[in-house]
């Protein structure tokens, strides 16, 4: 019970220390560059520049309810909420590859691992892109593509496509967020199928 209560800790801090830093520096106003037209964008429900960014800006409006502060910093906000998930993933994502290869997941693995995932969530892009509206789309497009990753890897380890569907839902909202998923779905796509034959 003990292990299992500091796991859960180790896991929770995963993405609070990020999202707790995130808040400290968040940008509290509109930011230079695209920023504004993705506030602006988000707020009414508008159309920024190609790609358009709908998942984005659907998200950065229901964002933009929350009681806090102004609109800019509400739909900045999302930016940092996309951001300390993705940080989560990649902590289950890397607890998962080093289950594969270590005996037993001791206390120190844990908090490697830990560390490893905040100094990611800390490195200057990531950090830079987690504080502003604008970076947010990148923030989701991280997320998506994590748990994408961490789905795969449950379905090669459990033997079971039964979360394909999944994959398949999380590439239709990447791309509905940013054009570059359309390339990595495709090869998304190849790999579900190449899984499905296996299994």
């Known amino acids: 019970m003990k292990k299992f209560s500091v796991r859960n800790i180790i896991l929770t801090l995963s993405f609070i220390v990020p999202f707790f830093t995130y808040l400290i520096t968040m940008c509290p106003t509109v930011y230079v560059g695209d920023s504004g037209e993705i506030i602006t964008a988000s707020y009414y429900l508008g159309i920024p520049h190609p790609p358009g960014y709908p998942l984005y800006c659907l ?78 789309i990148y923030t989701l497009n991280l997320f998506i593509i994590t748990s994408i990753l961490y789905i795969f890897w449950n379905i090669s380890e459990k033997n079971s496509i039964k979360l394909v569907p999944l994959v398949a839902v999380l590439c239709g909202m990447g791309i509905a967020n940013h054009s570059t998923m359309v390339p990595l779905s495709l090869i998304f796509f190849l790999y579900s199928a190449w899984l499905t034959y296996r299994i």
Not at 96 to 120: G, N, V
């Open 59 to 136: 998200l950065g409006k229901l964002f933009s309810y929350l009681p806090l502060s102004n609109i800019a910093y509400r739909v900045n906000l999302t930016s940092a909420f996309f951001a300390s998930i993705t940080i989560l993933f990649f902590f289950l994502l890397t607890r998962c590859i080093a289950r594969k290869y270590l005996d037993e997941i001791k206390l120190h693995t844990e908090l490697i691992i830990l560390f490893t995932s905040i100094t990611f969530a800390l490195s200057f892009s990531f950090w830079n892109q987690s504080l502003i509206a604008k970076g947010g």
